[in-house]
Every structure is written in structure tokens, then in C-alpha cells.
T-cell receptor, first 116, second 112 residues
Framework: GAVVSQHPSWVICKSGTSVKIECRSLDFQATTMFWYRQFPKQSLMLMATSNEGSKATYEQGVEKDKFLINHASLTLSTLTVTSAHPEDSSFYIC????????????FGSGTQLSVL | GQQLNQSPQSMFIQEGEDVSMNCTSS?????WLWYKQDPGEGPVLLIALYKAGELTSNGRLTAQFGITRKDSFLNISASIPSDVGIYFC????????????FGKGTRLSVIA
């Protein structure tokens, strides 16, 4: 299957700092990428849809100024958690679609964010 | 919004046993997918289903797209310890890079 690379795998930061997470499609181009958040023992919650060359689309309840998304190229999307607080601690996963009509989502390995 | 009901929530089985889990939806999906997630990792795609009634296998895994297009099941035969993990169903109702809807997952534990 397609390969999606996500970095870093884990990060620990102080409250108030910003953290950037990168998501790259390694062997295919992705005009769209999806960012999910996952709490322990929970399912994946869609945060936003990242669109190459245009603004991201955020799900209801997700603060766009808190979670900045930049889809700079056809293979790279970044999620920046700004002024992180302990409640932002979570597992963040990016994904990129492939397949006949983009129906197959391939996921990165995830980023565990811990805010102290 | 659309919701997927996935069951069971968790399962404890003996190594060698067969496993079955399913998802149902209140609305029709055009695509059903099954993923497995290991701790601290992103989900990995196991099987993708495109047509109502379709039955697809991937090794010991078999999944079917329900005829009503509102349900799907995943079977694992002769389970082994490395089958441990969380299995998610996901559905897509429209084409064109639209987000998937995920079930809440089935946590599988295999007792050797």
C-alpha cells in the first residue's frame, strides 16, 4: 500500500509552546489530507481536511486558530498546535487518500503529544 | 451525522479460534474498509470493499459488503497472538476524497 510518513512520533513540550507535526505522502501525490485526533481507547475523530493550495476545512468544534494546517505541496501537510495546553495532549494521526476515487485512506504512524 | 455501530466492543479469544465482528450504519455507504491499529501506531488498511455483496479475503481475513449497503463484517480465522489490536470499520458514502466515517473499534485480545 501507499506510504504516509508522519513526524515526529512523539513530542513532549511545555505549556504555551507550539508544536509542528509533518505528514508526507512518500510515493504518491495527495491534494487532500486528513488530520485525526484519538484519545485513549477511543475511535478516530476527524479534525480537519487539508487542501493543497487552499484553506483547510475544519470540523465543528475544532479551533482553526489553535490547530493551524498548511498544505504546502502535493506531498506535505503540516499541523501546528499553537500555544499548547495539557488538554491538547493526544494522539494525532494524518492520512492521505488513494484508490479509484480516493476511498482508501493510508495513515501515518501517528504523533503522541504530551503537554506538561 | 452518519454513525457506524461496531460490535463487539472487545473480545477475548483463545489462539486458534475464529473471530467475527461487524458494523452497521443507518445510511448507505459506497465503500467499506477495515483497518487494524496496533498501540501507538496509525491504522493499517486490511480490506477495502466496493460492491454490495462483495466478499474479499486477505490471508486469514475475510470481509463482506452487506447487500443492503448498510453493513459489513470481518472474520478472522485461526487467530494468532499477533492478531491482537483494535479493528476499525470505516465507510464512505460519497466519492472524491470525502472523509471516512469510523466505527468505535473492536479491541481483540488473543490468549495463547
Amino acid at each position: 500500500g501507499a506510504v504516509v510518513s508522519q513526524h515526529p512520533s512523539w513530542v513532549i513540550c511545555k505549556s504555551g509552546t507550539s508544536v509542528k507535526i509533518e505528514c508526507r505522502s512518500l510515493d504518491f501525490q495527495a491534494t487532500t489530507m486528513f488530520w485525526y485526533r484519538q484519545f485513549p481507547k477511543q475511535s478516530l475523530m476527524l479534525m480537519a481536511t487539508s487542501n493543497e493550495g487552499s484553506k483547510a476545512t475544519y470540523e465543528q468544534g475544532v479551533e482553526k486558530d489553535k490547530f493551524l494546517i498548511n498544505h504546502a505541496s502535493l506531498t506535505l501537510s503540516t499541523l501546528t498546535v499553537t500555544s499548547a495546553h495539557p488538554e491538547d495532549s493526544s494522539f494525532y494521526i494524518c492520512s492521505a487518500p488513494q484508490g479509484l476515487w480516493g476511498e482508501k485512506l493510508f495513515f501515518g504512524s501517528g504523533t503522541q503529544l504530551s503537554v506538561l | 451525522g452518519q454513525q457506524l455501530n461496531q460490535s463487539p466492543q472487545s473480545m477475548f479469544i483463545q489462539e486458534g479460534e475464529d473471530v467475527s465482528m461487524n458494523c452497521t450504519s443507518s445510511s448507505i455507504f459506497n465503500t467499506w474498509l477495515w483497518y487494524k491499529q496496533d498501540p501507538g501506531e496509525g491504522p493499517v488498511l486490511l480490506i477495502a470493499l466496493y460492491k454490495a455483496g462483495e466478499l474479499t479475503s486477505n490471508g486469514r481475513l475475510t470481509a463482506q459488503f452487506g447487500i443492503t449497503r448498510k453493513d459489513s463484517f470481518l472474520n478472522i480465522s485461526a487467530s494468532i497472538p499477533s492478531d491482537v489490536g483494535i479493528y476499525f470499520c470505516a465507510g464512505q458514502s460519497n466519492s472524491g476524497n470525502t472523509p471516512l466515517v469510523f466505527g468505535k473499534g473492536t479491541r481483540l485480545s488473543v490468549i495463547a
